[in-house]
């Protein structure tokens, strides 16, 4: 063999890496994101203080979403947002906020620092179903999230001193942080007396933390949601949320019911699942 | 160049050229993490972003200042805790007085009281100053009721403390 070769082969080797047509994309499509896992065992010890300080969000929240912007918050021109304030310093607020059209019980918490950390989210004891929001939902493209709402309250307020522009906004579930994907699925039913149904499957692979349903009704009448065939309750409530995850199994066929009974009504429901996969 | 070298090269090139392509073969065998199945849902998405960046999570560590509470005129101590085990007791840091008399949870003002006695608050290491103050309430039985009321000092918000149900009675079976 001679040098020519050599160099044939290694022009090869070089352009097969180059090419590099065998890899294949992990992050696949529709949005999906693989995420690294935060150390935040690590964080909470670095975080100990002789004061026994704990940390509010790892103790307190839940399902979150998050942005930081590129400049300070004068908490000041902010405070009158919230509903109520629940701890307040020179550097940071946390209240709960009031959303448009929607009940008490769907109001999440913000916490805004003056370094331009906007963190709104729900507590570990409420469902992450919580982040959907159907106000303004007509069916089609995914509701928005309530939280992220929330944020656009708080940045809406600060725009009106400033040119900024929107952040693209983060989800985090404080509650399961090993969780590093969030599913929603909708449906909606507008027949009157008439069920729509989907199914889920959870593989193998997939670490489920958490599936919750939001319900919203449009109409003065009722809707009901159901699983497996057996109704989990029947609703006047215009919102409601619920929490299956006890009921799902693996590699088991669930199915979700949807059912209206209001000609000039529409329902609707979301399935959430927080889970892990790929890692 | 000797021979055998060539051979040698050749086959090492070969090699790591087959490393590389098992390598990615394994990657494409393997395929994408799997998913849940969703089948008959008008819309499926995924709406998550990333964990919390590096700067989120040192945001989050240092948010920590826990208040130490002490009456001004050093008779009473307190000391603010966030209850721990109860989940409908939600951010609602837990007062507990020194003589162990009375535990009590921060709510939402239901009116506005009257400040009477003060005691100083002083979140540790954050320069955050409350207020603390006990005024009396009509209980629905004609008693009168201490209910301390928190006072931001810079913003003037008012919290009122009063003793959440099902928190106090746990608090008190305890003690």
Redesign the interface.
Known sequence: ???K??TA??F??VG??LL???????T?D???????????IA??A??Q?P??????????AGIS??V?LDQAIDLKTI?GTFK?????????I?GEMALPNLPDYADP?V?V?K?G?I?AYY???EPASK?VQWIGYS????PR?TLEDAIRQIFDILRRTAAIPFP?????DFEY?AA?????????SSQNGGTE??????????R?FEASWSFYHTGSGVGRVGMDGTWLAKYTRQLFYGDVTSKIKVQFKHSFQLWNNESSGTSYLAVI?I?Q??? | MNRSIIWLLAALLIGIMAWFLLGHWSHALVGPPPEPIVEGADEVGWILGPVPEAELQKEVGRILPRPLVEYSNGALGLTLERPQTSPSAFARPLIEYSNGALAMALERPQSHYIALPRPLVEYAGSGMALVLEQIPEIGSLGQIKPRPLVEYADAGWIIGLSPPVGLLQEERGKK
Do not use: C
């Not at chain 1, 109520?84 to 940071?92: A, C, L, M, P």
């Not at chain 1, 693209?168 to 985090?172: D, E, L, M, R």
């Open positions: 063999m001679k040098i070769h050599l082969i290694g090869l080797v097969i890496l590099n047509p065998f890899e294949w994309d992990r696949g529709n949005n999906g994101i693989l995420l690294e896992t935060p150390s935040f964080l909470a670095e975080a203080t004061q026994k300080g704990v940390n509010f969000l790892q103790q307190e979403a998050y930081k405070k109520t304030i629940e701890t307040v310093s020179d550097q940071y946390i918490h916490y620092n370094e950390w963190v507590s570990n004891s982040i069916g089609g493209v995914m999230a693209s906004v983060h989800y985090y942080p590093n994907r969030i599913m929603v699925a909708t449906k909606l149904t989907f199914y889920l499957t959870i593989p193998q692979g997939v489920l699942l889970y996969t790929g890692q």
